[in-house]
């Protein structure tokens, strides 16, 4: 049954890249910096926190502000990308009552349309990072696996959310409050190192821990990331999807209802 | 092979009722246990009330929910409108949405590509295709979305009721486009509440109610079903005898036969004009009274006007329905028409009156639209319809009959465009006057009879039709409101008013059709008809009377209740163009081919009696000729009608003088004519013209027309010597307007009085031959009554072969005549005051002479003159006139008119 799904899917790989492309497109359009705005965004972020955190909190990590964008990119990419994607069987309710197309398009388009932006950003903030170490250059096909890998993860969760929030509305409330604990909870505005020993297992829980430190060892530290890491990052990104699939499938039936 | 496939579905939905915001959830089963197969190539309707489970079937069949017991199973490719505006990105252009919604049905790029102009061109919104979407209008919207959802190239179309929005034009292209589709063997789901859409589309249909089938089979039997059971339940009601049941439901009469639906559509229906819109007896509300088994009274009441009809249904045994219709209405609301009409399937292929017949063609995508089958103006007894296949079919003919007289309605039989797909048979009853006369109560306009089981078609024709209809042989007379048509062997003689009469009574026109009649058949040959006109105190009486197949006899009277003031009287035969030549006793020609604006005179002459015909080329009509007698006054004319009417006019009057306009209550023959087809030619002789004549010269007085011959040469021409006066813009000539009467004649002299119509006046002529080639003529006028007149004229029409015209000091040639028929004639010389005479001649070449003629006056009264004119083209002559251009008012009395001398060949110039 899967295998008729992945199938179903496949023929509609069309209105998949079209609808995230469209979506990308009108978020844009109407504005008048448009696509400038997947940059600026994660840059005046990394200057504000870089501010705060070096001159008042007095942090001592070497080249912060780099330190800073290599784990609040990815970040904002999986808040943005969880928070639009969960929303999304609601807001297209009616093509779900029309059309008779394989409704996981929906968060998943929503997740390409989410990825694509990021990728476009890293078409700018790469080269702020090869021009301050012009190693990481060797680290790019570990960057490249990363991004594919999160952004399984990322749909994974979307496949979650977006289903639960047919039946809980609350799903949408509460996530914009989790993102923001969930946040603090991952070392992105300090390192891992910082966390003292008894509480380094909560961080360990997390599992956009190991994603960020993955980011961070091929960004801004320029080593391969240890073996740890490496698994989690697999674990957690098929654990994502596979669970997230299955509950979307499992509810799917019910959802068609409530719309 | 099956394509749909529900086995035992029931489908739920979850409803959360709020009440006093206390939520309650409640279970509520939309389908119950719904069995049924659809193979591929079949297109089924869905039919049912609102809430039946029409949509959710759709959705089970969509994939768009999923059963919560039983299975349903679809092969194929889905598409279909089941919401309206779906996945459409306003932002985005039509162009643009087209990729987008395809991609969601589910279409690669490529198979867009091949399917984008089709859907381009169907939903034929020009260039708004390339405008972003939000500025659509709704029904641009709905045929893109259409247009899209219908060239998808699925297996099977799934359609709810969204063919309703759309026009005329849109919904034929959407019916087209589903007839190519099930030719090419696609399935097709059709919910819907439009019944005529339906049959046009499926064969089969499944009848939805609760969430049940109630019943799944072939449309006509389905549809009957659902129209008796659906609709307000106060608005229907049932009546049934053996293979016939007749369902009125809220405003519409639907019969079948054997379970088999007749009336698709409306079916019977009435239509008011009310305030000069229309409105259908299905948009009133209804109730109904069930009288007994077989009679029914139902209401009808308009919400936004004070307009109840009320019908009286009635079954016989005889399988015949009665069907009357009485209005009530406020005072201040005006109703201007009354439609009693039937729509038939289109089974029916032939219609006929028992006067006419004819055949329905078939309806088809090139067929234009509504076609009508019968003469605008004509009212029938009966008009009925059979099909041809009546036997495979099981299709009873129907006849549909008014009862009582009719004189105010129109009957019209139709066949009707592509959309509507059926026939329709309507009696109209379209007369201001009588719908006007409605007093606070309920006032009867319409009265007919629906019958299903005549068993001797031609027999029951004859009975209905024996009161309209006179025929001998090939000849046929058809009366019907206030005309008689005369044909004969199946060529139309008479055309629009065809045999009509009309009165000029206290100073308006009434003509026949604008009353009441009533005919009836005295005897075998002989057919009586009572008209009578609202606000008059008078009946009109025709007695016609036909003895064998060349002829009839046609009286008409007055019957006079109380002093009426009768000024004219007219009986008229409008007949076919194609007759093209008039002959009578005072001379005969071709009618013109041309029509003016208004009737012209073709010979320009009162006929007082004896004979007038027509005649057509090549006999392609018959002969029609006319007798009439000397009466009172009456005189015959024979004029070519106006442009609209295009006919020829034989026209029998009478004017009554002045004195004699009031009549007292009585009975009084108006006319009396006798008409002859094919009579032998001599009938019509050239009445012997009283004539004076000495030498060479020959004057004849052709009732106020004078023609003079010398040598037996005609010198005059058509209108030759007469005089014509105007008064109040209108011209009076001797020979058209008046009748004369010769006084006294001797060898050399002629008096002669004529008495005109139209004014109050007579003239007297004397008429003296003297001398060689002298005619002296005297002309007095006598006014009865005070005329304003602004010409006074003598005229002499001379032949076209005087080249050279010459008066007392100048002279000169005639030009080419170029005045058309309504131009004013040229004028060529005006003659200064004192020129004694005025004249015309031809060259000195032998074979052209003719005699010089000259024209004078003999007592020159002031304010007259002497003119010299050049005729228009259709009477080319030349014409020397002595006129009077003063405008007066003349008092009554005695004036001269004009004394004058008309010398033939006078050797000198004096």
Not at chain 1, 11 to 30: C, G, I, N, S
Not at chain 2, 390 to 411: D, H, M, R, W, Y
């Amino acid at each position: 049954m899967l295998r008729e799904r992945l199938k179903n899917l496949y023929l509609y790989r069309h209105a998949l890249w079209d609808m995230a492309v469209k979506q990308l497109e009108a978020k844009y359009t109407t504005s008048f910096l448009g696509i400038l705005w997947a940059i600026i965004t994660p840059l005046l972020i990394m200057s504000v926190i870089s501010f705060v955190f070096t001159v008042i909190f007095k942090v001592a990590i070497k080249n912060f502000p780099l330190f800073i964008l290599s784990g609040i990119y990815p970040w904002l990419f999986f808040s943005s990308g969880l928070s639009e994607a969960s929303a999304t069987i609601l807001n297209k309710q009616t093509i779900l009552r029309q059309f008779n197309l394989p409704r996981e398009i929906l968060p998943l388009s929503s997740c390409l349309s989410s990825f694509l932006n990021f990728l476009i950003g890293w078409l700018v903030i790469y080269p702020i990072f090869l021009f301050f170490n012009p190693k990481i250059i060797l680290y790019l096909p570990l960057l490249i696996l990363i991004l594919l890998l999160h952004f399984v993860f990322l749909c994974g969760l979307s496949l979650s959310l977006s289903i639960l929030n047919i039946f809980f509305r609350d799903v949408e409330h509460l996530l914009g409050t989790v993102l923001m604990f969930w946040l603090w909870m991952t070392p992105v505005f300090y390192s891992i190192e910082m966390v003292p020993e008894e509480f380094r297992w909560l961080c360990n829980l997390n599992p956009m821990t190991s994603y960020i430190i993955y980011y961070g060892d091929v960004m801004y530290r320029a080593v391969i990331p240890n073996f740890t890491t490496v698994i989690s990052v697999f674990l957690w990104g098929f654990l994502s999807i596979i669970s997230g699939w299955l509950l979307f499938l499992r509810l799917e039936a019910k959802i068609l209802k409530r719309i | 092979m099956e394509q749909i496939v529900f086995n035992d579905l029931w489908g739920m939905y979850r409803i959360k009722f709020v009440v006093d915001r206390k939520p309650t959830w409640e279970n509520f089963w939309a389908l119950k246990g719904l069995t049924f197969k659809i193979n591929q190539g079949e297109a089924v309707g869905i039919i049912g009330e609102n809430g039946a489970g029409k949509s959710t079937v759709l959705k089970m069949i969509a994939g768009m929910l999923k059963p919560d017991r039983g299975h349903v199973k679809v092969l194929g490719k889905i598409s279909g409108l089941l919401e309206l505006g779906a996945g459409f990105q306003t932002e985005l252009t039509g162009s643009e949405n087209i990729y987008l919604i395809a991609g969601l049905f589910g279409s690669s790029p490529s198979q867009i590509e091949s399917i984008y102009d089709d859907i381009v061109s169907f939903a034929d919104i020009g260039k708004f295709i390339n405008a972003p979407v939000k500025c659509y209008s709704q029904g641009m919207f709905v045929r893109l979305a259409f247009a899209i959802a219908i060239n998808m190239d699925s297996d099977i179309l799934l359609i709810d009721d969204t063919l309703a929005v759309g026009d005329e034009h849109f919904q034929k292209k959407c019916i087209r486009k589903i007839f190519e589709l099930k030719e090419q063997g696609k399935t097709i789901v059709f919910v819907t509440h439009d019944m005529n859409m339906l049959r046009r589309i499926c064969q089969r249909v499944i009848f939805l109610k609760d969430g049940q089938i109630i019943k799944d089979g072939p449309v006509d039997q389905v549809v009957p079903l659902y129209a008796q059971t659906s609709g307000a339940k106060e608005g229907v009601a049932i009546l049934k005898k053996g293979p016939l049941n007749i369902v009125f439901n809220n405003g519409r009469l639907l019969f079948n036969w054997d379970g088999q639906l007749l009336t698709p559509g409306l079916g019977g229906h009435t239509i008011l004009a009310i305030e000069n819109k229309y409105y259908s007896s299905v948009q009133a509300d209804w109730t109904i009274e069930k009288q007994s088994e077989n009679k029914l009274f139902a209401t009808g009441k308009f919400e936004q006007f004070d307009v109840t009809q009320v019908w009286e249904l009635e079954l016989d045994k005889d399988l015949g329905l009665k069907w009357e219709v009485g209005i009530n209405s406020a005072l201040d609301v005006q109703i201007s028409e009354c439609q009693a009409n039937i729509m038939l399937s289109n089974s029916y292929t032939h219609w006929f009156t028992g006067i006419e017949d004819g055949m329905f063609p078939i309806i088809d995508e090139i067929s234009k639209g509504w076609q009508s089958f019968l003469e605008g103006n004509i009212s029938r007894k009966v008009i009925g319809t059979e099909s041809a296949a009546a036997l495979e079919l099981n299709i009873p003919s129907l006849f549909f009959e008014q009862s009582g007289t009719f004189s105010s309605s129109k009957v019209q039989v139709f066949n009707s465009d592509y959309v509507n797909n059926c026939r329709l048979l309507q009696y109209k009853v379209a007369s201001l006057n009588i719908l006007s006369m409605f007093q606070p109560n309920l006032t009867n306009i319409f009265s007919g009879k629906i019958s299903f089981a005549i068993t001797d078609k031609e027999k029951y024709l004859q009975h209905l039709n024996q009161d309209f209809l006179l025929t001998c042989g090939e000849l046929r007379l058809i009366f019907t409101n206030g005309m008689a048509t005369l044909s004969c062997k199946g060529l139309n003689l008479t055309k629009n008013s065809h045999l009509n009469t009309s009165l000029y009574v206290d100073g308006k026109w009434y003509d026949s059709n604008s009353g009441h009649w009533e005919f009836k058949k005295e005897a075998q040959n002989k057919i009586i008809g009572y008209g009578s006109w609202a606000g008059l105190a008078l009946k009109q009486i025709w007695e016609f009377e036909i003895n064998n197949d060349t002829g009839f006899l046609w009286k008409v009277w007055l019957e006079v209740s109380k002093e009426v003031n009768i000024q004219q009287e007219r009986l008229q035969f409008m007949c076919a163009g194609d007759y093209r030549h008039y002959s009578s006793d005072y001379g005969e020609g071709d009618f013109s081919d041309t029509f003016l604006e208004t009737e012209s005179d073709m010979l320009q002459r009162c006929i007082p009696a004896g004979t007038i015909g027509l005649t057509s080329p090549e006999k392609q009509l018959p002969d029609l000729n006319l007798f009439f007698p000397e009466k009172d006054g009456n005189f015959a004319k024979i004029l070519n009608a106006d442009f609209y009417h295009k006919a020829r006019l034989l026209r029998i009057e009478k004017i009554n003088p002045e004195e004699k306009t009031i009549r007292m209550p009585g009975r009084y023959q108006s006319f009396a004519v006798e008409t002859k087809l094919n009579a032998a030619r001599q009938l019509i002789k050239k009445k012997f013209s009283p004539a004076v004549e000495k030498g060479k010269l020959k004057f004849i007085f052709d009732q106020g027309r004078g023609n003079i011959f010398w040598n037996g040469q005609e010198l005059t021409k058509k209108l030759g010597l007469y005089t014509s006066l105007r008064s109040a813009g209108r011209w009076y000539d001797s020979a058209s307007s008046a009748v004369w009467k010769i006084e006294g004649q001797d060898n050399h002299a002629m008096r002669a009085r004529g008495r005109w119509f139209h004014l109050a006046i007579t003239q007297f002529w004397e008429m003296i031959l003297q001398g060689e080639g002298v005619i002296e003529l005297k002309v007095s006028l006598q006014v009865k009554d005070k005329i304003a007149v602004e010409r006074l004229q003598t005229n002499l029409m001379l032949s076209e072969r005087y080249t050279h015209w010459l008066s007392e000091k100048q002279n000169g040639t005639f030009p080419l005549f170029t005045a058309d028929i309504t131009d004013d004639w040229q004028q060529i010389y005006c003659v200064p005051e004192n020129n004694k005479f005025i004249g015309v001649s031809t060259s000195t070449d032998k074979k052209k002479h003719l005699p010089k003629v000259l024209f004078s006056p003999l007592i020159s009264n002031s304010g007259w003159f002497l003119h010299i004119l050049n005729s228009d083209l259709y009477h080319r002559g030349r014409v020397l006139q002595y006129l009077n251009t003063q405008a007066a008012i003349m008092e009554p009395g005695e004036y001269s008119y004009a004394h004058c001398r008309i010398s033939i060949d006078a050797k000198t110039d004096v």
